[in-house]
């Protein structure tokens, strides 16, 4: 098999890197960062959100895997400490893949008609501006649904429901809905404007489209990354038909990742 280590380069991290590393391929694994079938994030969910990046042109070939270095994160179910004994299961033992949904963002362009950007998010994409408020004709389904007018919107994955959602007061969606949900940040809501006030759950093939009313200048985050737009003439987002395949050696409900997480940590058996 072949695999691929992304380390969050910090001292800690790469040691357990080159550790995992050699353990592997004493087992006769190959060190591939091409095309490799497995990769292995070692640090945090930010590394795990960077592995997913950079291996997010090859999701059909590659299944990923976590292992923490710091607080127990949402995408890392790894200790440091329990490296040999995930070394001998990924050497020894077929993999179970778990799969879960992306999202699909296409931002198309004004200044240019042929031009248009498709990209991926583990987690959401997030749509501020620089100075002031957003302000959007928001499309459900072809259809006008609101104008939507504050700080910026949040359209998530069920996993990335976790992260930037839930601080935003969003619902925790379990990824076997495949779904993509939006949240409001700061929504402005007076006579002139109104908004829902609560965030949106949409089903597989509903698309969501934002279309800029004023500004056309956006800072858009796709997970950890954050770029500026110009030009913008529309936001599509749904759920993309790719999946994120997930390794798993144990059993790791995702309500106990979400107890663990967020209310109390509950020891697991050997
Ligand atoms: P970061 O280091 O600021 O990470 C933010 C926190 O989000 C970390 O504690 C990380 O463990 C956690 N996190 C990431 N994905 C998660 C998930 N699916 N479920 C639960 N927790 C999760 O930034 P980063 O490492 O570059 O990660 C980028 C992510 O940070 C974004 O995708 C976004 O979801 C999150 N974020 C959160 C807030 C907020 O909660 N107010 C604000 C901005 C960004």
Same mark, same amino acid.
């Given at each position: 098999?072949?695999?691929?280590?992304?380390?969050?380069?910090?001292?800690?991290?790469?040691?357990? #890197?080159?550790?995992?590393?050699?353990?592997?391929?004493?087992? %006769?694994?190959?060190?591939?960062? &091409? @095309?490799?079938?497995?990769?292995?994030?070692?640090?945090?969910?930010?590394?795990?959100?960077?592995?997913?990046?950079?291996? !997010?042109?090859?999701?059909?070939?590659? /299944?990923?895997?976590?292992? $923490?270095?710091?607080?127990?994160?949402?995408?890392?179910?790894?200790?440091?400490?329990?490296?040999?004994?995930?070394?001998?299961?990924?050497? #020894?033992?077929?993999? $179970? !893949?778990?799969?879960?949904?992306?999202? &699909?963002? +296409? +931002?198309?362009?004004?200044?240019? &008609?042929?031009?248009?950007?498709?990209?991926? /998010?583990?987690?959401?994409?997030?749509?501020?501006?620089?100075?002031?408020?957003?302000?959007? %004709?928001?499309?459900?389904?072809?259809?006008?649904?609101?104008?939507?007018?504050?700080?910026?919107?949040?359209?998530? @994955?069920?996993? =990335?429901?976790?992260?930037?959602?839930? /601080?935003?007061?969003? =619902?925790? +969606?379990?990824?076997?809905?495949?779904?993509?949900?939006?949240?409001?940040? *700061?929504?402005?809501?007076?006579?002139?404007?109104?908004?829902?006030?609560?965030?949106?759950?949409?089903?597989?093939? $509903?698309?969501?489209?934002?279309?800029?009313?004023?500004?056309?200048?956006?800072? +858009?985050?796709?997970?950890?990354? @954050?770029?500026?737009?110009?030009?913008?003439?529309?936001?599509?987002?749904? !759920? *993309?038909?790719?999946?994120?395949?997930?390794?798993?050696?144990?059993?790791?409900?995702?309500?106990?990742?979400?107890?663990?997480?967020?209310?109390?940590?509950?020891?697991?058996?050997?």
């Amino acid at each position: 098999m072949k695999f691929a280590i992304v380390s969050r380069g910090d001292e800690r991290s790469d040691k357990i #890197k080159a550790k995992m590393k050699q353990y592997l391929i004493d087992f %006769d694994l190959l060190y591939d960062t &091409e @095309t490799p079938e497995l990769v292995i994030s070692v640090g945090g969910d930010g590394t795990f959100l960077e592995a997913f990046r950079r291996y !997010v042109d090859k999701l059909d070939t590659t /299944a990923f895997l976590g292992v $923490h270095t710091g607080h127990l994160g949402f995408y890392t179910d790894w200790t440091s400490d329990e490296i040999e004994k995930l070394v001998i299961e990924i050497a #020894k033992t077929p993999f $179970h !893949v778990v799969e879960y949904p992306l999202l &699909e963002v +296409i +931002i198309r362009f004004s200044n240019d &008609e042929k031009k248009s950007l498709r990209s991926l /998010a583990l987690n959401e994409t997030t749509i501020k501006t620089v100075e002031g408020s957003v302000v959007f %004709d928001v499309q459900i389904r072809g259809e006008h649904f609101e104008t939507f007018r504050g700080d910026g919107l949040c359209i998530s @994955t069920p996993s =990335g429901s976790t992260a930037y959602n839930k /601080a935003l007061g969003g =619902g925790i +969606i379990h990824p076997s809905l495949e779904s993509i949900q939006i949240t409001e940040i *700061a929504s402005i809501n007076n006579r002139v404007f109104r908004t829902i006030g609560s965030p949106l759950i949409l089903p597989k093939h $509903h698309t969501c489209l934002l279309r800029p009313l004023r500004k056309d200048s956006f800072i +858009i985050a796709f997970d950890h990354i @954050t770029r500026s737009f110009t030009n913008v003439k529309s936001i599509q987002c749904r !759920v *993309a038909k790719e999946r994120v395949r997930f390794v798993r050696y144990r059993p790791f409900p995702f309500w106990n990742r979400v107890r663990d997480s967020f209310v109390t940590e509950v020891k697991r058996d050997e």
